[in-house]
């Protein structure tokens, strides 16, 4: 389960800003999650929960926002928006995809006091 280190990265981070900002917690954290990011997002949930707490985002909301997955298409020149990374190109068939976003994760942002 991945999604336990990726939590732990993003307390990394909680703790870093706190420090930097002098907030003391966390009370919404949102998170955008490209579609082939290959996050289990009701597992990154339960991790989200185990990995908070003691620290500043203990109980915080956490919100999920997908992000498609975007790609260019060599055949017809245009970008598309791809529903799994080995579709072909919805416009034109061409399987001759670049692949430019949908398998990033970042926080969006966090509410904090």
Avoid: N, W, Y
């Amino acid at each position: 389960m991945h999604e336990m280190s990726l939590c732990e990265g993003i307390r990394g981070i909680v703790e870093d800003q706190a420090r930097r900002h002098g907030f003391s917690r966390v009370t919404r954290m949102r998170l955008e999650i490209g579609r082939f990011a290959g996050v289990e997002k009701a597992a990154l949930s339960f991790a989200f929960d185990v990995v908070m707490r003691g620290s500043p985002a203990e109980g915080a909301v956490l919100e999920m926002i997908d992000l498609p997955g975007r790609a260019m298409c060599f055949d017809c020149a245009e970008q598309v928006e791809l529903d799994d990374r080995l579709s072909p190109c919805p416009l034109c068939g061409g399987g001759r995809l670049m692949p430019e976003t949908g398998d990033e994760m970042r926080i969006r942002d966090m509410e904090v006091i």
